[in-house]
């Protein structure tokens, strides 16, 4: 009893409200462990957590529910015997699976009050996003990078979806910047790690996904250069083995090339031009310097001890290729070496070579630990910035319990402003998103007999008045449009469309067309004298509104998937501080998000008792 005395205190009437509540943890990490500390602290009545994953060592310093013992083992399952110690009045129910196997169906969500998620994945984010809109159960959907957090209410037809602002693309860089003009250490770590290590050890530069080609038609000679350049790369690759091989490496790309990039003089007018460098004059400062440099890895190291990590590791890699030729059998893949951030061989090699590159372009160098987390693609992950995320979770959960939907709002987490935490109102659907502004509803199928055609002609066409120009897909694909009529002989098994999953009806009529059309699929066998494809219930499909007004523009940051597995937070290019470059190119921000002036949060305390951060 006295475990409830002080949540009872300070929710007031709410209090038995979540008692009763039963929802459901996605996600049991990084946020999902400090999520699930409140929510059994709160006393809500049953929690649900799905997890496919099992616990790593390097989870420990901050999911704190898991100890060394629990190595290999189920985090749900974990999760729930550690949190329900807590409290023990919380019925706790763990699966251990992943949130888009098909046994969470849209009816096992509609049985939560309120949906949590503590995903670090876009694709997992997107499903529960669309599960909890078909059930029309609210969601609180969270992420942090870094000391970034941000959490937002969904709510179906009152609020943004997750998919109503657009995610942008992974970061990418136009091939020029990393070829000829770096800018920013970033620029000359890729370039060490995703053109000279996959040149010299790996497969070559084209399948590299930070580098984005599609400016190279405008810098088509450049471009034609820069393939000459590699062409004689591969040739010193000839020689790998070879005592001579560091210094041919080193004088190709830290001496010819710049002195061709040098030459050409419009690149130059208005940035500094690269200063070559000399192997044998860095051969005569580097006497004194040893190889366990290589291991000061917070230091920043001088051009020398640089070139002698670059000539070392370089021989390291060499050595290591040339067993792996010799061992491997005759017919087999050709031998290639990657790039790991915790191999230490290609780490120095690629921090070695990127500082060299930065020198010779005038860049600040960094010591091999920061190298280590911007190759590696790393932001370390924050506990406080976890647990002060996952109060802000609960903090909405509130007001969503309390059908107080108005006085939720979308909270931001910053390190660099003012105020740590900000926040913002919540926008209404966004009028042409594709996943919540559309219409829904579910038709019964006889998955063996109905025919793609039947859904087309009988139910679109005459039951729902679609004619002209349409499409078909689903999760897998298109399945119709007017110039791809294949498949529709095909029946739904056939087609791979099993109870539970979605089907997404475009109109694609230029003049008033009608929102998109999402039909899900309950499976059931029907007699053979009947239909076997029948809506479950009436459904109004409205038009599109003709434009998108100006307030649905988002001028702050989204939820997205990070590049680590977190959800970094993220912000139009034009508000970012970039360079004009980089502003031309398209999905380079994972900035901090900037939270608009005035929307500040202030401390209230309420009437019955709770602390509320509000604005
Ligand atoms: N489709 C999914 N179904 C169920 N759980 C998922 C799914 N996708 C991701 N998760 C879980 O979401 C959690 C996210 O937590 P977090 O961001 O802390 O990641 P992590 O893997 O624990 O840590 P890190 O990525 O920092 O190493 C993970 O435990 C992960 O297993
Ligand atoms: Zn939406």
Redesign the pocket.
Known sequence: MGREKYPKQSLGALYSRIKQSRILM???????CELLKNLVLTGFGEIHI????TI?L??LNR?FLFRHEHIKKS?ALVAKESAGKFNPHVKLEAHH????DPQFNVDWFKSFNVVFN????LE?RRHVNRMCLAANVPLIESGTTGFNGQVQVIEKGKTECYDCVEKTAPKSFPVCTIRSTPSQPIHCIVWAKSYLFTEIFGVGEDEAPELDHSDDGDNAEEIEKLRQESQALKRIRGSMGSEDFPRLVFQKVFKEDIDRLRSMGEMWKTRRPPEPLDFEMLSQDALGVGQMVAQQDQTVWSVAENFVVFCDSLKRLSNRLEEQRANADMGNAPAILTFDKDDVDTLDFVAAAANLRSHIYGIETRSKFDIKQMAGNIIP?IATTNAMTAGLCVLQAFKVLRNELGKARMVFLTKSTEHIITAEMLRPPRPNCPICSVAQTKVQVDTSRATLNDLVDDLLKLELGYEGEFSVSSENGMLYDPEFDDNLSKNFKELGLQGDSFITVIDEEDENPRVNLVLSISEQSMPEDSKPIQLSEKVEIPHKPKSTPASTVIPNGALTNGT???APVKRKAEEADLDDEQRHKRGKVAEEAKPKKGADIIVIDEADGSILIDD
């Open positions: 996605v996600g049991a990490g990084g946020i999902g799905v997890d496919l994953d790593d390097s989870n999911q985090k699976a992943n949130i888009k503590a995903l670090d994945n997992a992950a680590n597995g977190h």
